[in-house]
């Protein structure tokens, strides 16, 4: 008998499965999580408090809901020790439960810094609906937050938290923000706007130590400075989630190691999402994820569909500067081209033949992106 | 006919579309209501298809 199981509970794992069902009503769907198996949109936790939601508002479905809605057993609280690949069988404690295609929407994990200090033990990281709601919780009385990572979700988390009236004390090694993702000149203008709503920026430089004091915390950064805060959150970055997969005996390098087929190296065995690495491609948004689901569905439905990625622009949730970014493939050859005005940033990634690799838009420029996305190079073309 | 043009939201990514403004960037004009607009639209934001995301009544 064909079963399809999918292990994640995320945008991937579910709307794999919401699409699989769409071609094909019969078909046995198991997904398992390891969390509660609430439907939510992980993007919505960096925007929440200024959209004065809940953390329980948040969640869409319970996860009875989503095995009616999807006509698909969903297990929560369940952890896959170990994939058996050969017999095409997951190992559950004591319990063996067999696969004809099985799906790996693992996720990422938050990079949790070495850090010293007596208080390095209770930094936060918010990477999932539960984890967010206890977030909101010990933030409620609290005044001061201290973010370390200024990259999308630290800038989100600092422009949501800036706006709800909370003082925001925003770290980055890096000499600006969002530096990954954007130019100098956009970078600039960002700051300046989330510097607007009272966020202090601490850049280039990074957190020696963590101690408890009095009323909370004392931040001290490693060229002297101190900071006082009630609490800190990291977000320095995500790490796919491979160990489920490297212990199974299936190939992970940044990710797990698919091709446009989404397949890994073991028979039947795929993987999209925050945890996969297509191509080369480790790409965290949520725009990759309905492109690849949508292939990968109509593959577990015995049609192989290879992915391909159009340009996917990524919006940054910082409404004090509306920010969108296609960055430029790696290695791409050119140089940016930029013009900025007090109102915006419009930086163009434009090849030596004068072609638009990619763009980083601020503020007023964000007008523009309709006009330019359709001249994007495709991130993944069709075969 | 102004007072029951309606805002949604999209539930994934929490782009908001207004009736009463449209999406002039992409092609929509003001006025089009939400169940006016095609089944193979896709959220400009996050690219969930009309067809796979009801979008939510946020305001009536």
């Given at each position: 008998?064909?079963?399809?199981?999918?292990?994640?509970?995320?945008?991937?794992?579910?709307?794999?499965?919401?699409?699989?069902?769409?071609?094909?009503?019969?078909?046995?769907?198991?997904?398992?999580?390891?969390?509660?198996?609430?439907?939510?949109?992980?993007?919505?936790?960096?925007?929440?408090?200024?959209?004065?939601?809940?953390?329980?508002?948040?969640?869409?479905?319970?996860?009875?809901?989503?095995?009616?809605?999807?006509?698909?057993?969903?297990?929560?609280?369940?952890?896959?020790?170990?994939?058996?690949?050969?017999?095409?069988?997951?190992?559950?404690?004591?319990?063996?439960?067999?696969?004809?295609?099985?799906?790996?929407?693992?996720?990422?994990?938050?990079?949790?810094?070495?850090?010293?200090?007596?208080?390095?033990?209770?930094?936060?990281?918010?990477?999932?609906?539960?984890?967010?709601?206890?977030?909101?919780?010990?933030?409620?009385?609290?005044?001061?937050?201290?973010?370390?990572?200024?990259?999308?979700?630290?800038?989100?988390?600092?422009?949501?938290?800036?706006?709800?009236?909370?003082?925001?004390?925003?770290?980055?090694?890096?000499?600006?923000?969002?530096?990954?993702?954007?130019?100098?000149?956009?970078?600039?203008?960002?700051?300046?706007?989330?510097?607007?709503?009272?966020?202090?920026?601490?850049?280039?430089?990074?957190?020696?130590?963590?101690?408890?004091?009095?009323?909370?915390?004392?931040?001290?950064?490693?060229?002297?400075?101190?900071?006082?805060?009630d609490l800190v959150l990291s977000a320095v970055g995500l790490k796919p989630r491979t160990?489920?997969?490297?212990?199974?005996?299936?190939?992970?390098?940044?990710?797990?190691?698919?091709?446009?087929?989404?397949?890994?190296?073991?028979?039947?065995?795929?993987?999209?999402?925050?945890?996969?690495?297509?191509?080369?491609?480790?790409?965290?948004?949520?725009?990759?994820?309905?492109?690849?689901?949508?292939?990968?569905?109509?593959?577990?439905?015995?049609?192989?569909?290879?992915?391909?990625?159009?340009?996917?622009?990524?919006?940054?949730?910082?409404?004090?500067?509306?920010?969108?970014?296609?960055?430029?493939?790696?290695?791409?050859?050119?140089?940016?081209?930029?013009?900025?005005?007090?109102?915006?940033?419009?930086?163009?990634?434009?090849?030596?033949?004068?072609?638009?690799?990619?763009?980083?838009?601020?503020?007023?420029?964000?007008?523009?992106?309709?006009?330019?996305?359709?001249?994007?190079?495709?991130?993944?073309?069709?075969? | 006919?102004?007072?029951?043009?309606?805002?949604?939201?999209?539930?994934?990514?929490?782009?908001?579309?207004?009736?009463?403004?449209?999406?002039?960037?992409?092609?929509?004009?003001?006025?089009?209501?939400?169940?006016?607009?095609?089944?193979?639209?896709?959220?400009?934001?996050?690219?969930?298809?009309?067809?796979?995301?009801?979008?939510?009544?946020?305001?009536?």
């Amino acid at each position: 008998m064909n079963s399809i199981i999918i292990i994640g509970a995320g945008l991937a794992g579910y709307n794999t499965a919401k699409e699989l069902r769409k071609l094909n009503p019969e078909i046995a769907i198991t997904i398992i999580a390891t969390d509660s198996g609430r439907f939510y949109s992980k993007p919505m936790l960096s925007n929440a408090l200024s959209a004065k939601k809940e953390p329980a508002a948040i969640a869409l479905n319970s996860p009875e809901q989503m095995a009616i809605q999807l006509n698909a057993t969903v297990r929560p609280h369940t952890t896959v020790e170990h994939i058996d690949t050969a017999t095409q069988t997951l190992h559950i404690g004591e319990e063996r439960l067999a696969y004809s295609k099985l799906v790996l929407a693992l996720g990422a994990d938050q990079i949790q810094l070495p850090l010293t200090g007596d208080g390095a033990a209770d930094v936060f990281t918010v990477n999932d609906l539960d984890e967010y709601t206890e977030f909101r919780q010990r933030i409620e009385q609290k005044k001061r937050i201290a973010i370390i990572g200024a990259g999308l979700i630290g800038c989100e988390f600092a422009n949501d938290l800036a706006v709800a009236g909370y003082q925001v004390d925003l770290i980055d090694l890096a000499p600006q923000a969002l530096g990954r993702l954007l130019p100098p000149a956009g970078s600039s203008h960002l700051q300046e706007k989330l510097s607007g709503l009272g966020v202090n920026f601490h850049l280039g430089t990074s957190v020696a130590s963590i101690n408890n004091n009095a009323s909370g915390y004392t931040v001290t950064l490693a060229n002297q400075h101190t900071l006082e805060t009630d609490l800190v959150l990291s977000a320095v970055g995500l790490k796919p989630r491979t160990a489920l997969a490297a212990q199974s005996g299936i190939t992970v390098n940044r990710g797990i190691v698919v091709n446009r087929h989404l397949e890994t190296n073991a028979p039947n065995v795929y993987a999209l999402g925050d945890c996969a690495e297509i191509e080369g491609l480790v790409l965290p948004y949520v725009m990759p994820i309905m492109n690849a689901m949508r292939a990968l569905a109509q593959t577990l439905n015995d049609k192989h569909t290879a992915t391909v990625f159009p340009a996917m622009p990524v919006m940054v949730k910082t409404p004090a500067c509306p920010t969108i970014v296609s960055p430029p493939a790696a290695g791409a050859v050119g140089e940016w081209q930029i013009e900025a005005s007090s109102e915006g940033v419009k930086s163009l990634f434009m090849g030596a033949d004068g072609k638009l690799l990619g763009y980083a838009l601020n503020g007023s420029a964000t007008a523009e992106r309709s006009k330019l996305t359709p001249l994007l190079p495709p991130v993944l073309s069709a075969l | 006919m102004n007072s029951s043009l309606q805002v949604w939201e999209c539930i994934v990514c929490g782009y908001i579309y207004n009736e009463a403004i449209g999406d002039p960037e992409h092609g929509i004009a003001a006025g089009i209501r939400w169940s006016d607009i095609p089944d193979n639209w896709t959220c400009p934001d996050c690219g969930v298809a009309k067809a796979d995301f009801e979008m939510t009544l946020k305001v009536a």
